[in-house]
């Protein structure tokens, strides 16, 4: 049974640019997670979904940033107009229940 | 507001020696802990969790402890390996709620 799955694992992007981060999740998991990291930090939730549908999205910002996860295919996290300050490592995890398992993570830079 | 957050963001301890992170909480509402283990460019690893309504939990080489009335969460991973040396964050859910509030992190470093 492979883990969570996350790609690209590294993306450069400029200002300005679009970002799209991809998750799949562990086979049989309904639910997905993103949280983002910035160095020396603790993980921070942004959103929370199951198929087609977006449960907890209190930690996302209210601009440029979208998720969804499609009945078919991984879910995606999507960021418009990147700035510098979305430089980070963004995690996807997965759960079936409540013990939630994280995939690699996409480290995501901002020139 | 609600948090969680660690003592000591730097652990240094020898090999063979008993380690012990610790993990202050706000929330009294919270009432499901998971310890996770994270290595440098990799996700965070599930170590051990602990429900509200247990003080204690064993499993290989760790031990979570819960206080419930001082709101302070322990993890203590005995005879310390270099393999141990990593980040460890505490996170908490409460009910109702799946998303995980993470603590800031400690690094424990294993000397050979």
């Known amino acids: 049974n492979a883990g969570v799955m996350q790609n690209p694992r590294h993306l450069v992007r400029r200002r300005g640019q679009e970002a799209r981060l991809r998750c799949s999740p562990m086979k049989g998991h309904s639910h997905v997670y993103w949280y983002r990291q910035l160095p020396e930090e603790g993980l921070k939730f942004m959103v929370y979904l199951q198929k087609e549908n977006i449960i907890d999205e209190s930690g996302m910002p209210k601009e440029r940033f979208s998720a969804e996860f499609p009945k078919e295919g991984p879910s995606i996290l999507r960021i418009q107009q990147v700035v510098r300050g979305d430089s980070a490592a963004y995690f996807c995890?997965?759960?079936?229940?409540?013990?939630?398992?994280f995939g690699p993570g996409t480290r995501l830079t901002v020139l | 507001g609600e948090s969680v957050g660690l003592h000591l963001p730097t652990l240094s301890v020898q090999e063979g020696d008993n380690s012990i992170i610790n993990c202050a909480y706000s929330n009294s509402a919270s009432d499901y802990f998971i310890w996770y283990k994270q290595e440098s460019g990799k996700g965070p690893q599930f170590i051990i969790d602990i429900r509200s309504n247990m003080d204690k939990r064993q499993g290989q080489r760790v031990t979570v402890l819960l206080n419930k009335t001082v709101k302070h969460l322990s993890l203590q991973i005995a005879a310390t390996q270099p393999g141990d040396s990593a980040v460890y964050f505490c996170?908490?859910?409460?009910?109702?709620?799946?998303?995980?509030?993470f603590g800031s992190g400690t690094r424990l470093q294993v000397q050979p």
């Open positions: 996170a908490e859910t409460r009910p109702g709620r799946r998303a995980l509030t």
């Open positions: 995890a997965s759960s079936p229940q409540e013990e939630q398992f």
